[in-house]
């Protein structure tokens, strides 16, 4: 069974047309890189993904469950990391991850806080937090409980070049042992580097689904470019 | 503790001054009908609180954002923020209680009567608002209840439609319990009224709130995010970068000369956009005395004009908020005249609280006479320019002046309002 499954995927403001008919499939142990321009369409899709934002049609489903239907049993099986956090200012990270694992059910605190390398800053308040320490914690409440699945919106935006790597790391021993995981990003090269699989987004539509063998001695760049301007010409004429 | 103190004891200090203008007493004593009118009324303002309160938590709350992408149980999480809700209002309710205390100093039986009465309205505001808003997303969705929607909506998305007449609801259901609790409360004192056990209808209207609550809350819980993120996509939609610059009664300050007019288009535009809510507050605060003065009574005024003068002490804290919200560095890297910069900000309040005083002014000169609309207008327009003086002073002292403003300007309040009371 498929980790996640996005049939037709629309969704429209009026006459604004943000995703428009994506069809996808992420199988248990794949990571894939969400990649596209700014308003592209990568955020609303992941939205409508983790169930917080209605897709005007198509249909969205997460480790078998339908993200509509049953919203509460599909958070169940996710975890997700929102382009900007929001975290309890007045709890340490520590105590928010013992209150993430109380709301789940069960996660192992230690193992996700030894991988955000928190360190004795977990026992600080969060409010205190720079933005990439806020970013772990996001980060560490999402692992927590080993999801089935993982969602990260630009959530290597304002990492350390150290921490990044640790969970650049993190996150391919995640999908060793079966994690789907789909990370948006807007830098190419974590992409390149990480991903099982890449998925381009231009004007909402899928450009380019790429694995990394099928690249043939290319950049990831360079297909970006090519397939991004082949859009835009595409939309010009 | 002192955000949870500090409305009670504001009351406790006013509360025997301004008693008279609402209780109307004589040498007969409390009237029994005046006495259960206000516990009526009170009870609505609580219900009315509470029912916005709840909107708010359930809603509108930060904490949503942090507990959306996890699996929280919606029955669990209903009955924390229940439980939150009531701890933090406890205070409007303690204050509506001690608001009515001068009755316990003449009948300690007619005060606990009409206690029960305000804590009906309060404890239906808050079991109601929950289910109610609850309700309202369901509806929001309910393809039965769009062509309803669509008539009501009016310049909004249909799915706000169910959101906004929301509180109305609560209001109108918490209300009519009120009503019932009241009318057998002055039959409890001593006038006619229905039977005494109907003063417990706003409890068990709440009982059968809270039955319902559980079922919604699984239903609706998460769906809330999903129709809260579509009102506000079509709100983003409709908006126009013009609009965002617009500023209320910025026109006044073009035409200055340069030195007033920076000052004052900073304080107009920084007041404008990030204490919208105090100025428009301030509109719908002058709304509710207008309806206080819209009445047959010569007395409607002074009524009018004590609410007015309550609404102005809350509206002119706009000026502290005003100084402690300035980032101290643009204070130190820019310094400005300080006479300067406080005649303007005197002016500037006293404009934002004319929100407070016009619409009753209209509503007395409608209703009476243009003597009594020339009374009104005379002391509110008095106790504008003193409680703008008060707060301006207060601000120099920033987020600490609200230990001189609150004080100096209830016992200006008190005083006034005694000054006018015959």
Redesign the interface.
């Known amino acids: 069974m498929s980790a996640i499954i996005i049939k037709n995927l629309e969704k429209r403001?009026?006459r604004?047309v943000a995703v428009d008919g994506i069809d996808l499939k992420v199988e248990p142990g794949e990571l894939v890189a969400f990649i596209g321009p700014n308003g592209a369409g990568k955020s609303t899709t992941l939205?409508m993904l983790?169930?917080?934002?209605?897709p005007t049609s198509g249909a969205i489903e997460l480790g078998g469950v339908d993200v509509?239907l049953e919203?509460?049993?599909a958070?169940?099986k996710?975890?997700?990391?929102?382009e900007e956090p929001?975290?309890?200012d007045y709890l340490t990270a520590r105590e928010f991850l013992e209150f993430?694992v109380s709301?789940?059910g069960e996660g192992d605190i230690e193992s996700a806080l030894e991988f955000t390398q928190l360190g004795e800053d977990a026992d600080r308040l969060i409010r205190e937090y720079s933005q990439g320490m806020k970013r772990k914690t996001a980060l560490a409440?999402?692992v927590v409980s080993k999801p089935e699945v993982l969602i990260l919106d630009e959530a290597l935006n304002g990492l350390d070049p150290p921490s990044a790597v640790r969970v650049k790391r993190y996150l391919r021993s995640m999908c060793d042992s079966g994690t789907a995981v789909i990370l948006s990003t807007h830098v190419l090269d974590t992409a390149e580097r990480i991903a099982d699989r890449v998925v381009m987004i231009s004007s909402g539509k899928i450009v380019a689904d790429v694995c990394a063998e099928e690249l043939h001695g290319q950049t990831l760049e360079q297909v970006f470019l090519e397939r991004i301007g082949q859009t835009d010409e595409r939309s010009s004429s | 503790m002192l955000s949870f103190a500090m409305p009670i004891l504001a009351v406790a200090v006013a509360a025997p001054f301004v008693s008279p203008v609402f209780l109307g007493a004589s040498e007969q004593g409390y009237n029994a009908t005046v006495v259960s009118g206000l516990s009526m009324r009170l009870g609505w303002l609580a219900c009315a609180a509470m029912s916005l309160h709840t909107y708010t938590a359930l809603l509108r709350d930060k904490e949503r954002k942090v507990l959306d992408p996890h699996p929280a149980q919606p029955t669990n999480l209903l009955a924390y923020l229940l439980i939150r809700t009531a701890y933090e209002n406890l205070s409007l309710l303690l204050a509506g209680l001690v608001f009515m205390w001068p009755i316990a100093t003449e009948s300690m039986e007619s005060w606990l009567i009409c206690s029960i009465v305000v804590t009906g309205g309060w404890t239906a505001g808050l079991f109601l608002g929950f289910p109610i808003h609850l309700g309202s997303v369901w509806a929001a969705e309910s393809p039965r209840l769009s062509g309803l929607m669509e008539m009501l909506r009016g310049s909004n998305p249909r799915m706000h439609a169910a959101l906004i007449y929301a509180p109305g609801l609560v209001l109108a259901v918490g209300g009519v319990s009120v009503w019932a609790a009241s009318s057998a409360a002055l039959s409890l004192i001593g006038g006619p009224g229905l039977h005494p056990a109907f003063i417990l209808v706003p409890f068990a209207v709440s009982g059968l709130a809270v039955s319902i609550m559980p079922a919604l809350a699984k239903k609706s819980h998460f769906r809330a995010t999903l129709v809260l993120a579509e009102i506000d996509g079509w709100y983003a939609q409709l908006e126009q970068p013009d609009e965002e610059r617009l500023v209320y009664m910025e026109w006044l300050a073009v035409r200055l000369p340069y030195s007033l007019k920076e000052i004052s288009l900073r304080e107009l535009r920084h007041g404008w956009r990030s204490l919208r809510s105090w100025i428009n507050g301030g509109w719908l605060i002058g709304f509710v005395c207008a309806a206080a003065g819209w009445s047959d009574s010569p007395d409607a005024w002074i009524v009018a004009g004590t609410l007015a003068g309550g609404g102005m002490v809350v509206v002119g804290g706009i000026a502290i908020k005003l100084a402690s919200n300035n980032p101290s560095w643009l204070e130190s890297s820019l310094p400005l005249n300080l006479r300067v910069q406080s005649l303007v900000r005197f002016v500037v309040v006293w404009l934002w609280l004319q929100g407070v005083i016009l619409l009753p002014v209209l509503a007395v000169w409608v209703r009476q006479d243009l003597v009594a609309a020339i009374h009104l207008a005379v002391w509110t327009e008095l106790f504008a320019l003193a409680i703008a003086l008060v707060g301006v002073y207060s601000s120099r002292l920033l987020s600490r002046g609200w230990g001189l403003y609150v004080p100096v300007s209830l016992a200006i309040w008190a005083m006034s309002v005694k000054g006018i009371t015959p």
């Open positions: 403001y009026g604004v939205k983790t169930g917080q934002l209605i509509l919203p509460g049993r958070r169940e996710m975890g997700y990391v929102p929001a975290l309890y993430v709301v789940r409440a999402a």
